[in-house]
């Protein structure tokens, strides 16, 4: 019994607190992303209009995540993380019992807004919990982490919707309450971790931070467009169905399963310079390739590549721990959410309509981004900078 509790006790930590929270996300919001274009369009009969209005409403709480600091004059990060992680939860869980296009934008902007908090929490906590010499190669177990969430996911849709035949409503439903009960339970069984540094309980914004903040804004453009119109494209134009959008979002997992912690690595031994350089490069190449591709197969494998590339982002989260002073994480978090939300609340709307012209010039417009954000790696310094700093 005692070795039992000293196991216990061992366990009691702030990384696996993360680690927990990180598991019991994808759960539940896997479901929500990986059923939403096929509920939408066999449901709800949704268009490119209507879609890109949805995903912008799904947006709208991370721009004012900046609000959270506000949250936090009454409650401690830790538990606001996990009421936000039991607020996700609850809105997938009841998303299937609004198939139409206001109960959905309603559901999701509940889902959203527990969704936006959380992540912004999580990475608050990890950048104050974790030191920075560990931060990428954690932040890379992160998302093995989630991987391995996902994979449970994805694979369970497969059965109960593909071989058991299972509703929507009832999928939304299992997932939705599983996680609740799971977060209520490390809710019960972590202590409650203090930070080392008392966070700074207003807004900042600082000079020194703009370039952390141009990547920010940059990197939210990138990802609307491979969350909303990549798989879009998959069902749209060449008629995926779930069970083949859930293996497409295996085989994603499966590789950051595999390679993610390994990229964490990398990115201490190589320096977020020449590695951010690698991901922008590599997403000119794939949206270019997004917006020529005819057959459904190399869409498909632009699609796992592009999201491979999601794990070389780390960079832009560990440059930021090393330049920002420790008492302004909690705060630049909700303030980076924002700036990185700004895009994704006007490009979801604004490209739907382009959509509807011309679906290539999407992508054609997500190579300009990654453009941009190209030369703005040129401005993150090298690894020798940081050595001689």
Known sequence: MNSIKKHLNSYNKPEHLLLSMAFIMPIVFSVWMVLLNNFVI????FTG???GILQSLREIPGFLAFTAIYVLLFLKEQTFALIALALTCIGVAITGYFPSVIGLYLTTMLMSTGF?????MSQSLTLQWIDKERTPHFLGKMLSVK????LLAYSTIWLLMEKLTWSYQATYLLFGTLGLICT????????????PHEQTKKLVLRKRYWLFYALTFFSGARRQIFVVFAGFLMVEKFNYSVADISALFLINYVFNWLFAAKIGKLIGVLGERIVLHIEYIGLILLFIGYALVENAHIAAGLYVVDHLFFALAIAVKSYFQKIALPEDIAASAGVS?????IAAVVIPVLLGMVWIVHPSWVFYIGAGVACCSLILAGFVPSKESWSRA
Do not use: R
């Open 184 to 195: 209520s339970f490390i809710a019960i069984k972590f202590k409650q971790f203090k930070t």
């Open 42 to 45: 066999e449901k709800a009969a």
């Open 49 to 51: 209009k209507e879609i």
């Open 337 to 341: 959410f924002s700036i990185n939300h």
């Open 147 to 150: 991987s391995v969430a996902s």
């Open 116 to 120: 936006h908090y959380f992540e912004t």
